[in-house]
T-cell receptor, first 113, second 115 residues
């Protein structure tokens, strides 16, 4: 079953604009990760935020985590055409379950040049 | 560093036929995962190996799917017999668990079409 649910399902913006994607999940987590998938390719890890962290930055990426609301957001600033891809959040549960990741359905981002 | 290798990239078969996919993880990664990704959905874990032992295969349809990881390195996933609903991309990933992190590295996947 998929724990994370991304919102919106699809997003279309102009180059240079910011893109915000949201993820909600259901159970407690150790960490939450975001991955990008270009068309016809595998997933690429973008950023990981631990359950005791509230915000994290990496280049043009900013991730927030609100464990009380069981939600996370990914902000891509100054978007580029090359950012066009699908973005997935993935939750990492307790080590009792072998640290497996449960992925959401993803947000399709299209950046128009 | 070489990435996760998968083959073939594409496979077209008829229903009730069998098919096998191969994966070679990143060197030194003890954990290997097989995912099924249906069009428009996120990856769904089929099976997770730690070295050559199975950690989680709770979502593997064991009546038709099987997987092995001999010698704890490369792995094969087999479907026999295939059904129309097995049409999907099959992704292999590997990870080197460090503390509480579980960053996974994915191969490009095998796109399976069952006709």
């Amino acid at each position: 079953s998929q724990q994370g649910e991304e919102d919106p399902q699809a997003l279309s913006i102009q180059e240079g604009e910011n893109a915000t994607m949201n993820c909600s999940y259901k159970t407690s987590i150790n960490n939450l990760q975001w991955y990008r998938q270009n068309s016809g390719r595998g997933l690429v890890h973008l950023i990981l935020i631990r359950s005791n962290e509230r915000e994290k930055h990496s280049g043009r990426l900013r991730v927030t985590l609100d464990t009380s609301k069981k939600s996370s957001s990914l902000l891509i600033t100054a978007s580029r055409a090359a950012d066009t891809a699908s973005y997935f959040c993935a939750t990492d549960s307790s080590p009792l379950y072998g640290n497996k990741l449960v992925f959401g359905a993803g947000t399709i981002l299209r950046v128009k040049s | 560093e070489a990435g996760v290798a998968q083959s073939p990239r594409y496979k077209i078969i008829e229903k009730r036929q069998s098919v096998a996919f191969w994966c070679n993880p990143i060197s030194g990664h003890a954990t290997l995962y097989w995912y099924q990704q249906i069009l428009g959905q996120g990856p769904k874990l089929l099976i997770q190996f730690q070295n050559n032992g199975v950690v989680d295969d709770s979502q593997l349809p064991k009546d038709r799917f099987s997987a092995e990881r001999l010698k704890g390195v490369d792995s094969t996933l087999k479907i026999q017999p295939a059904k129309l609903e097995d049409s999907a991309v099959y992704l292999c990933a590997s990870s080197f668990l460090t503390g509480a992190k579980n960053i996974q590295y994915f191969g490009a996947g095998t796109r399976l079409s069952v006709l």
